[in-house]
Structures are given as C-alpha cells and as structure tokens.
C-alpha cells in the first residue's frame, strides 16, 4: 500500500501546453511538498501546504500553481510549458513539526 | 548559493568495508540534519537524522556525526552491503521560532557504490 503516490510517473509534452501532476498521500500527514529535481541532481523545494494552506512559496514561476482540495492531496498545475522545466517533480509528507519527509516516486517530466 | 555541498560525486567501496560519505554547510542556522536514500527511478528515503544539540546518532550500521565548529557532518555506513548501493542526499533545516515549516535544503548527493 503505496504511503506517497504521483501520476503520472513519466510525461511528455510540448512547449506551451498546460499539464498537471497529481499527488496524494496515506500517511495522515498535515504537510505536503512539491519538489524540482533539475539536471545538476539537486533537490529543491518549490512549495509546502499544511492542511491545504500555502506556507512555503519559493521562487518559481507563477505558471506553476499548486492545489490542495484537501490534506491528503497536493496537485500540481503547470501552465505554458518550457523546455526549462524539464525535471523530475517529487511530492513529499509530513506530519507537522516532524523533519522527516517522505517522499513519492517522481514524476519525470520531458517539454519538447 | 549552495548552502549544503556534497563535493565527492561518487564513491566506491568494496562489500564488508566502512563507507563515509561527507556534506558541508554554510547557514549556521541550520539546525537538523538527516540523510536520505535514493535508488533508481523511487523517491528518496528517509535514512537517519540528528539535532544540532548532539554531535552523534547512530542506527544499526549507520551512523551520523556532526561537526557543527566545521559545519561539516558525516554519514557512516559498517559493515557496507552490495544493497548499500544508492545515491545519499544530505538534507539540512532550520526551525524558526521552535517551529519547522518543513522546508528542507538538499545537498546534490553522492553516488555510493558497494562491490561484491
């Protein structure tokens, strides 16, 4: 029984075409992450939600809008896709004032 | 910016040999540290962490030591195992006010692989 789970696992697009990547935990947590994997490897956050409430926004671009409809998800929406974006796309949980994480499988995003 | 750096990119051991795998720092705010696995096409996984206020935890075969005078901290792995084979991302928070908004700092990894 999968704890954090993303679809699609593998996607690829054109440039400027809106796409979304949807995430969706069963641990209980409050708090959900989005995280960038680019080409250099590194890991980097983009946005935290604790019970569907933005907390972190880091520096991305407004094409990227992230949803929660409730604490066990966390989609991501992606508008005007540009080769730039390439990466793979990681959801995490966690319970609230707990450092652990947990994180899904990835989702690799390819924009041709 | 990097604030986490993990420098070696990769290292190889041979099966039953100690690994250490190495990650610095520059924000002395930094408060938590945890290491993470990561094979092939999965998500990272939560390895083992350790607090500001200790300078060692230690798992079963893996250990963490925290230097925080170099802000430098280690990750040993003994006995290493071929199923050690992986990529291991340091991960650095700091707590704002007694509170962790969660927000976690990845250093680039280190590729680990263990020989038969």
């Known amino acids: 029984d999968t704890a954090v789970s993303q679809t699609p696992k593998y996607l690829v697009t054109q440039m400027g075409n809106d796409k979304s990547i949807k995430c969706e935990q069963n641990l209980g947590h409050d708090t959900m992450y989005w995280y960038k994997q680019d080409s250099k490897k590194f890991l980097k956050i983009m946005f935290s939600y604790n019970n569907k409430e933005l907390i972190i926004n880091e520096t991305v671009p407004n094409r990227f809008s992230p949803k929660s409809p409730d604490k066990a998800h966390l989609n991501l929406h992606i508008n005007s896709l540009e080769l730039g974006d390439s990466a793979v796309y990681f959801c995490?949980?966690?319970?609230?004032?707990?450092?652990?994480?947990?994180f899904g499988p990835g989702t690799r995003l390819t924009v041709t | 910016d990097q604030q986490v750096k993990q420098n070696s990119p990769s290292l190889s051991v041979q099966e039953g040999r100690i690994s250490i795998l190495n990650c610095d720092y520059t924000n002395s705010m930094f408060d938590y540290f945890l290491w993470y696995k990561k094979y092939p096409a999965e998500g990272p996984t939560f390895l083992i962490s350790?607090?500001?206020?200790?300078d060692k935890n230690e798992d079963g075969r893996f250990t963490v030591f925290l230097n925080k005078s170099a802000k430098h901290l280690s990750l040993h792995i003994v006995p290493s195992q071929p199923g050690d084979s992986a990529v291991y991302f340091c991960a650095a928070s700091a707590t704002a006010g007694g509170t962790s908004y969660g927000k976690l700092t990845f250093g680039q990894g280190t590729i680990l692989t263990v020989h038969p």
């Open positions: 995490a949980s966690s319970q609230v004032g707990v450092y652990e994480q947990y």
């Open positions: 350790i607090s500001s206020i200790k």
